[in-house]
């Protein structure tokens, strides 16, 4: 690699608060036996099968919290509604720590299959079942396998949810049509592509060795810190709560904070630090190509 006033880096694409030079959200989708349920619910029979999505919300989570908790780092946790009735004291653990609950579904079903009442009516269902439980209403969306319809943003806004993390449109948030406020992830920044294996049904691939992936994600983080991005992560603890990849979070999180200039951020505070500061974004013209600046961090 050239050195820094060699290297091509662009002026940041946000500015973040406090001089930071990127935001980072750490997310983990509790997809818990949903996984298996919004497939087929005949597979509820299938008891190993069954295990291994249990394995999340019992094994997982707790050790994911643990390390949360070393490091004293914030997340938010995207959960079907059907798995917070199902393992309540999971949900409350997570929220007495400050951690962010925010909408995944009720049973993680695909929002393309539905038509809009429908949605609406599993979006207020897990609505109220959150706030029943935490005490408050859920102000983040993340749509089950990412996506979402046409109408989505405009029934969330509805609702009075302040942003959507679904779409993959850019590398920082952006705003939708009505206002609402998207962070934006990317396939590559999941577990589930890395790491998901079952033999029956058929999922995901050869699970991959952890350094490897360590490497995939470094990358891209490094790059977008040196870009100004959002570096938003997405975690399954039913795979990344494993030990092998408990360590290999434990090792990007402290590399990540060595590095120094993350601003590490729960989805709300992201969303309305985009909704109070629209100027901090900055958008790519292809007019007006940026010049190089240096870093200086
Ligand atoms: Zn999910």
């Known amino acids: ?10 002026a940041p694409r946000f500015v973040w608060p406090d001089g930071n030079r990127c935001a980072a959200m750490l997310c983990f989708d509790v997809d818990g036996e949903t996984t298996v349920l919004s497939e087929d619910k005949a597979l509820a029979k299938r008891r190993t099968l069954m295990s291994q999505c249990e394995y999340g919300p019992r094994i997982g989570v707790p050790r994911l919290l643990g390390l949360l908790a070393h490091l004293e780092l914030p997340a938010t946790f995207f959960i079907p509604a059907y798995i ?20 995944h579904g009720y049973l993680h079903e695909k929002l393309a299959y539905l038509d809009e009442a429908q949605e609406e009516v599993i979006l207020l269902k897990s609505i109220q079942i959150l706030e029943d439980l935490t ?38 948030p952006y705003f939708h049509e009505n206002g609402l406020v998207e962070i934006p992830g990317q396939w590559m920044l999941e577990d589930w592509e890395q790491f998901a294996f079952n033999a029956d049904p058929a999922w995901g691939f050869v699970p991959e060795n952890c350094a490897k992936v360590y490497d995939l994600w470094w990358r891209e983080f490094e790059a977008m810190h040196d870009f100004g991005c959002c570096f938003v992560l997405t975690l399954h603890p039913w795979l990344s709560g494993r030990p092998s990849r408990v360590r290999l979070l434990e090792q990007l999180l402290n590399d990540m904070r060595e590095k120094g200039g993350v601003w590490f951020a729960r989805g709300r505070e992201l969303a309305d630090y985009v909704r109070q500061h629209p100027e901090s974004r ?9 010049p190089s600046t240096l870093l200086n961090v």
Not at 84 to 103: D, F, S, T, Y
Not at 282 to 290: K, V
Request: proline content about 9%; hydrophobic content about 40%.
């Open 135 to 172: 005490g408050s209403r859920p102000v983040g969306f993340r749509a089950p396998w990412f996506e979402i319809n046409p109408w989505t943003p405009e029934l969330l806004q509805r609702h009075g949810v302040a942003y959507c993390a679904s779409e993959m449109g850019d590398d920082v």
């Open 1 to 10: 690699m050239k050195s820094n006033e060699q290297r091509y880096l662009p």
């Open 282 to 290: 900055r958008d790519l013209a292809l007019d007006a190509p940026q």
């Open 84 to 103: 917070v009735e199902k393992h309540p004291r999971m949900v409350e653990a997570i929220a007495q720590v400050g951690h962010e609950i925010g909408l």
